[in-house]
């Protein structure tokens, strides 16, 4: 970005401060690392700027939209900088700056002037009338693949760096930042401790095997073919010949010794001796090398890995956090989990972040509390937090958005039981389902919405699933068929929340690892919280950008994080 006009003002530096702290905001702790002032300051507040009249700003941001008017002697510009979907209409005439540098859309502007209140009747309160341009990055419109014109959802997945600069993306942005706050701000208020649980892992939570290996066999692999190709290994004849460099110098160490020879002819023949060994061991040790992955028994040999074992990406912090739970009592971890799963569905991707709670002496009732108080405290927080981004939404995607957030944040829960709800679905006779509907089945995404759309209208807790379908660690039930585990199911999207009561008995827990088909020995470390002092607690995990989706009203899951990852794309 050039530098343009000069310095700032000397009076430029004071600007931000003084109307932060008088006129701007009641928290102006972000004035202290910028001039400028935020477009949100200005254009958000109760009287849409008008109380600013006459006040003198530095604002920065990126043209919308642009136009010369008065035959080229001013211009209008629509900026936006990020802090909010509205925008700020700045005024500059053609003798403060060349305008035909400023009105392309996606041109970069730091500006200095004066707000000055618009004409009764126009759409913006108060707007700013440029007094200097103070740095500026220009675009050329002709090349910039961001028009003003409406782009589809599924063009801006081409252009990932610079899709945040549309209004859907920036507001899905705005939204993710609350929805994350908001989850600190709810588990810290009810005295969680926040831990950071491994995205390498050696342990499978589902137990699906869809999991990203971490190795760096192939890497050492290649380097080898190469440092081979360069430095062949030594062949027969050189080792057989370092081989006879050593019983040389030995027979001349026997010899001296025989001969009665000085202790430093001795010495110096033992070194000889020593440095020739030396040379064979590296000689040997060089033959040996292969080129290839490491192999033992005709399998891969992970011994010879940067972990001396299998490693992957994990699928979920679940089984790490609750070796917390169990010294912490409530802890949660929030962060990014991996599926390697070749779907190509607008509801999966392959990198997803995810918030699971752990509450150490809790079961299934106080897991389902947690999990509904949870979920509303988030609807409620993007309405007193967020509304103007979710009115965005409700205008260009989805118009019951809002209306979602207030009937979750307000609506008791529906709580049935598996059992119930199969029977429920299996009685509708007005809608036939893709998936047959029968007790045994994982319910998808087509019976949970219309339990929680059509048959109750609200939020829906389902609980005591078929073991079958479950993972190992929830604790299985008295009647020995159905475990203690539980999903939140909202509309627009189906399951939110899927959580269990953890098995915390030893024996039963070793029994369910073995008829899920898993190895024992990765888990030991797990069966030692059962072993040692353990602790009735249960936790759930709720899908971030299933989250991002429910409230937007968006339909692609691409499309609610910043950077996508899904078979065949790892842009950036």
Request: aromatic share 8%; charged share 30%.
């Amino acid at each position: 970005m050039a530098a343009a006009d000069g310095e700032f003002s000397s009076s430029s530096s004071e600007l931000v401060k003084q109307i932060s702290s008088t006129t701007l905001s009641d928290e102006p702790e972000w004035a202290q690392f910028s001039h400028r002032v935020l477009v949100k300051t200005i254009i958000s507040r109760p009287d849409g700027g008008v109380g600013l009249d006459g006040k003198k700003v530095i604002v920065g941001g990126w043209v919308k939209t642009g136009r010369e008017q008065g035959k080229g002697t001013f211009a209008f510009l629509e900026l936006n900088d990020g802090s909010c979907p509205g925008n700020l209409q700045v005024i500059i005439d053609a003798g403060v700056y060349s305008l035909s540098s400023l009105v392309a859309t996606g041109t970069c502007v730091y500006v200095e002037g004066e707000l000055k209140k618009t004409p009764e009747g126009t759409r913006q309160k108060v707007e700013l009338k440029v007094s200097k341009v103070l740095e500026v990055g220009i675009v050329d419109s002709a090349k910039y693949p961001v028009p003003k014109t409406k782009l589809t959802l599924e063009f801006l997945r081409d252009l990932v760096h610079l899709r945040p600069r549309t209004n859907t993306i920036s507001a899905v942005a705005r939204i993710r930042n609350a929805l994350s706050y908001a989850t600190h701000t709810f588990f810290q208020k009810h005295g969680f401790l926040y831990v950071h649980t491994p995205i390498v892992t050696t342990s499978d939570c589902e137990g699906a095997g869809e999991m990203f290996q971490v190795t760096t066999l192939f890497s050492d692999a290649e380097k080898m073919e190469k440092e081979l190709k360069e430095n062949p290994p030594p062949s027969a004849a050189d080792i057989e010949s370092a081989n006879l460099l050593v019983k040389e110098k030995g027979d001349a160490v026997a010899q001296k010794k025989s001969e009665k020879a000085s202790k430093d002819v001795i010495k110096a023949s033992v070194a000889e001796l020593t440095k020739a060994k030396e040379s064979l061991s590296k000689l040997e040790e060089r033959s040996k090398l292969k080129p290839g992955l490491p192999q033992k028994d005709g399998k891969i040999d992970y011994s010879q890995d940067f972990f001396a074992r299998q490693a992957f990406l994990t699928v979920s912090g679940q089984l790490q956090v609750e070796t917390y739970a169990c010294a912490l009592s409530s802890v949660y971890t929030f962060g990014p989990t991996f599926r390697a799963e070749h779907s190509h569905t607008s509801r999966h991707l392959a990198e997803f972040w995810m918030i699971e709670p752990e509450i150490a002496f809790a079961d299934l009732e106080d897991d389902m509390n947690c999990a509904e108080a949870y979920v509303k405290f988030l609807s409620q927080w993007l309405l007193d937090h967020c509304l103007d981004d979710m009115e965005l939404m409700v205008k260009n995607y989805d118009k019951t958005a809002i209306e979602r957030l207030k009937l979750v944040s307000s609506t008791p829960f529906e709580r049935i039981t598996y059992t119930d709800a199969v029977k429920l679905l299996e009685n509708v006779t007005e809608k036939k389902f893709e998936n047959k509907v029968e007790w045994g089945i994982d319910l998808a995404s087509e019976h949970e919405r219309y339990l929680t759309e059509v048959i109750f209208k609200k939020p829906v807790i389902v609980y005591n699933y078929p073991k079958g379908i479950k993972a190992f660690y929830m604790r299985l039930n008295d009647d020995m068929k159905t475990v203690a585990a539980m999903d939140v199911l909202v509309p627009k999207v189906g399951e939110l929340v899927g959580g269990s009561q953890r098995e915390e008995r030893i024996d039963v827990i070793e029994e369910r690892i073995r008829e899920s088909g898993l190895p024992l020995e990765p888990y030991e470390w797990y069966l030692d919280l059962r072993r040692y002092g353990t602790v009735k607690h249960s936790g759930f995990g709720l899908g971030f950008e299933r989250m991002v989706l429910f409230a937007t009203g968006l339909d692609n899951i691409r499309d609610v994080i910043p950077f996508p990852r899904y078979p065949g794309r790892a842009d950036l």
